[in-house]
């Protein structure tokens, strides 16, 4: 038996992935389809030299992460969509401060309450504008737990090397089932760590200083550096400012830092799609309907491709512009009333042969439900 | 090999959920074989009715759930009563004759054993009723060896239950190999 | 004067109004760090939203200005993280007890090592004076133009049922005692709440008639006494001042080295 071959959830899967990444404080609060990733890590983190706390709600569990990232440690937190919505205010605070943190979103039915223990993909966004006012974010997604490894460990590093929370939105169907996990060994998969800075004691340190590359490098909380961190527009410094200049340069660097680099941090994978006349666009679980639909009709020489996204925010367009361009029809499947659908139309501008195969109803999309719509497009019937 | 997609259904608290996980892992762990486990979830955590997927096979599984069985579990009526018209033409249908009375509609092949009353009589430990159970479908179907079921067995069990369950699983085998298929 | 060394001198003026309690209570709260002979670099100043929020700016040591009501949260993070630092979280009363009294419960129940100061001005001053639930009946208010209704907290008897384990309260004019009460509160293991009773003569005392700001303070001197005092007997609706709770109890940031160990041994 290799020891590093695991059959386990998809939360676990995001839980080893975090450890792996170096994640040393988690503080979370009880929701399903999330609550794995919280019981996991309070027994794993004080284990591996990290700490958990269970808070009082999601909104203090969101704050008490910022506070332990700006001493210097990796965090996390883990939700569903009604204590996602309890995150926003303090997700944008972690936007604004530029604290690196990662917030898991296992997707459920929504809105309210809506339908706890199936699955759903309806925060795709929420994730981008769930916060308040312009503002850039990194949403993440997977299909398989070997994905959500990967994911994982990719949200870290880019919280760290974009000063940014980022968000994971997995999904109740791959949060929940349970396969194959190939735990890498260490050094397999490249980790960020903190960019601290170089000042020594005694220099003035300029927290909201970038370098030259636009990098802003830290110093702990609780170390020799100490300076202000404020949600309010603020100088480099971090003092707050109404100044024009000041408020103007801040947003455009906010915004800029992730959106200049929208191809770089595109994460998507692609099958058949050098001459797939019809290209299905999906991600996370419904990726996997997708993916059997393709490969069951190749072997029937039907030529149909699968455009993975993995990074959701910000929206590959020029990706999906590019992979969709020779397509007779573009399929977006999706568990939801076609969010990604609107970007997809969006980036190939050419909204006609855009279609949405979907569900909304708490049932897994099936192969035969996209096959449907496929056959309807085809003129085919179905 | 085939593609075996089975479904395991009973109430909550009867341990189809852990039959069903000990049988993928075993597949993914032991004998390197691609499993995917799923369950459908309620609110309530005993007494509901209860579902697990599996779908075992040497290639890639992508769609992770059930449409159509070929191996199909029913420990209750009510799993029955839901699940039977869902099974494939010819596939096989096992069912604990204290539980569930069967239909002769049924387009399958239906297995009915002892096997609740058995597990009371020779162990007298209704706990390891699952896995008498998991014993009667590795044996009905051959999808993966009794010793990768033992190992996984080993690594999730405390010792002291042990021979408890090693018991039950054979009980299960035996009773899976007097069967006529 | 002793306590410069700690402000943030090139961020000054402060937004305070004239007449504004806030700043005895910074002054106290630089004195009690100044004698207690604290680095700047061991204190971790969080805060909210508010008035008294601000504060975080203006002093020189590591600070947090969040968002509102979730201070204590914040807090939490550090302290968990980082057990050696000593945590001062000043909240104005709305801050605290209106949209953060949730964290301000549950940070009293676990103990942690972090020292609350609730500045207390009975108004929400920076949005222009509406009502907090530490107005009280019979206040007038940009939000209770026919007075207030609404029953006010009792901070200390709120702070004690959560669990607090070191509780005072004082006035902007017993200067003396906020930096007494302050510093015991910082060198106490455990959660501390100081209320410290604070004139906004522009939004409360304007509204309520309770004239200037030195009027207001000399009301903090004729309405308040020291726990137990005969006059408090006499007086029973004298607030008291003093300290009414200092306990040992275990401490939620040192407890969890508990788990670590449980975690590690096996």
Redesign the interface.
């Given at each position: 038996m290799e020891k590093n071959v695991k059959f386990v959830q998809g939360n676990e899967a995001c839980v080893e992935a975090a450890l792996y990444a170096g994640l040393n404080f988690f503080a979370g609060y009880p929701i399903t389809p999330s609550s794995e990733i919280a019981e996991l890590l309070s027994g794993r983190l004080p284990a591996s030299g990290g700490k958990f706390i269970q808070m009082e709600d999601e909104i203090a569990s969101m704050c008490a992460i910022i506070g332990a990232s700006l001493t210097g440690n990796k965090v996390m937190t883990a939700t569903s969509g009604p204590g996602f919505s309890l995150m926003q205010e303090a997700l944008g605070y972690a936007v604004m401060t530029e604290i690196p943190c990662v917030i898991v979103n296992v997707m459920r039915g929504g809105p309210s309450t809506g339908i706890p223990t199936h699955g759903s993909q309806g925060d795709v966004n929420q994730a981008r504008w769930g916060t308040h006012g312009d503002h850039s974010i990194l949403a993440l997604t997977a299909s398989n737990h070997q994905d959500i490894f990967e994911m994982t460990v990719t949200a870290f590093n880019m919280a760290e090397t974009y000063r940014t929370p980022v968000i994971l939105l997995f999904d109740e169907i791959v949060a929940h089932m349970r396969e194959r996990l190939v735990i890498p060994e260490f050094g397999e998969l490249p980790l960020v760590e903190r960019l601290r800075t170089s000042v020594s004691e005694g220099i003035d340190y300029h927290p909201y200083l970038p370098r030259e590359d636009g990098r802003l490098p830290m110093s702990d909380f609780g170390g020799v550096h100490r300076y202000n961190v404020t949600g309010l527009y603020h100088d480099m410094w971090g003092f707050p400012s109404t100044e024009p200049r000041v408020v103007h340069e801040l947003i455009r660097h906010l915004v800029d830092k992730l959106e200049n680099r929208v191809n770089r941090l595109a994460h998507y994978k692609e099958y058949f799609l050098e001459d797939a006349e019809y290209v299905l666009v999906s991600y996370g679980s419904a990726a996997r309907s997708a993916l059997h639909v393709v490969k069951e009709r190749r072997l029937r020489g039907e030529r149909l491709g699968l455009l993975e996204l993995q990074t959701l925010w910000p929206f590959p367009k020029e990706v999906v512009h590019e992979k969709c361009a020779g397509a007779k029809a573009v399929i977006v499947v999706e568990l939801n009333m076609g969010q990604v659908l609107q970007l997809v139309k969006m980036a190939v501008g050419d909204p006609e042969r855009i279609f949405l195969a979907n569900r909304i109803d708490g049932v897994f999309i099936t192969p035969i439900d996209i096959m449907k719509i496929l056959r309807l497009i085809q003129g085919k019937g179905v | 090999m085939e593609r075996f997609r089975m479904v395991f259904s009973g109430s909550g608290g009867q341990g189809v959920v852990t039959a069903a996980?000990i049988l993928?892992?075993a597949a993914?762990?032991?004998e390197n074989l691609?499993?995917?486990?799923?369950?459908?979830?309620?609110?309530a955590a005993r007494g509901g009715s209860t579902r697990s997927d599996v779908i075992i096979a040497d290639s890639a599984?992508?769609?992770?759930?059930v449409?159509q069985p070929n191996f199909l579990v029913c420990l209750t009526q009510p799993a029955y009563n839901a699940y039977y018209p869902i099974i494939r033409p010819g596939g096989l249908l096992l069912t604990d004759q204290r539980f569930v009375n069967t239909e002769d509609k049924v387009d399958a092949r239906q297995v009915e054993l002892p096997m609740h009353s058995a597990v009371m009589e020779q162990i007298g430990k209704p706990i390891v009723f699952n896995i008498c159970m998991l014993g009667v479908t590795i044996s009905l179907t051959q999808v993966v060896q009794p010793e990768s079921i033992l190992?996984v067995l080993e690594e999730r069990i405390p010792e002291g239950f042990l021979e408890l369950n090693q018991k039950a699983l054979n009980l299960g085998i035996e009773m899976g190999a007097a069967v006529k298929i | 004067m002793a306590v410069n060394k700690y402000l943030r001198q090139r961020f000054f003026p402060h937004l305070w109004c004239p007449g504004c309690g806030h700043g005895i209570v910074l002054n106290g709260m630089l004195r009690a760090v100044d004698k207690l002979g604290m680095s700047k670099n061991e204190i971790v100043m969080v805060s909210g939203i508010g008035c008294s929020a601000r504060i975080s700016g203006y002093v020189d040591f590591h600070t947090l200005h969040t968002i509102h009501g979730r201070a204590l949260a914040f807090a939490t993070g550090v302290k968990m993280s980082r057990p050696e630092l000593n945590l001062v979280v000043p909240m104005g009363d709305g801050d605290a007890l209106a949209i953060g009294g949730n964290h301000f419960i549950h940070a009293a129940r676990r103990n942690i090592d972090i020292t609350a100061i609730v500045m207390n001005n009975r108004i929400y001053g920076m949005t222009g004076g509406q009502y907090s639930p530490l107005s009280g009946q019979e206040v007038v208010a940009t939000t209770a133009p026919f007075a207030s209704i609404d029953p006010s907290f009792d901070v200390v008897e709120l702070s004690k049922a959560a669990g607090a384990t070191f509780i005072a309260r004082t006035t902007t004019y017993h200067v003396k005692q906020i930096d007494d009460f302050i510093k015991q509160a910082i060198l106490h293991e455990g959660f501390a709440v100081v209320e410290i009773l604070t004139q906004c003569p522009t939004h409360f005392g304007r509204k309520n008639k309770q004239g200037s700001a030195v009027d207001m303070m000399k009301l903090y001197r004729d309405i308040t006494t020291p726990i137990g005092s005969k006059a408090k007997q006499e007086n029973p609706n004298l607030i008291e001042r003093g300290i009414f709770v200092q306990e040992e109890k275990p401490e939620y940031s040192r407890e969890y080295d508990k788990i670590i160990e449980r975690a590690t041994r096996g």
């Open positions: - | 996980i993928a892992e993914v762990i032991i691609n499993a995917v486990q799923s369950q459908s979830y309620g609110a599984i992508h769609y992770p759930k449409i190992k | -």
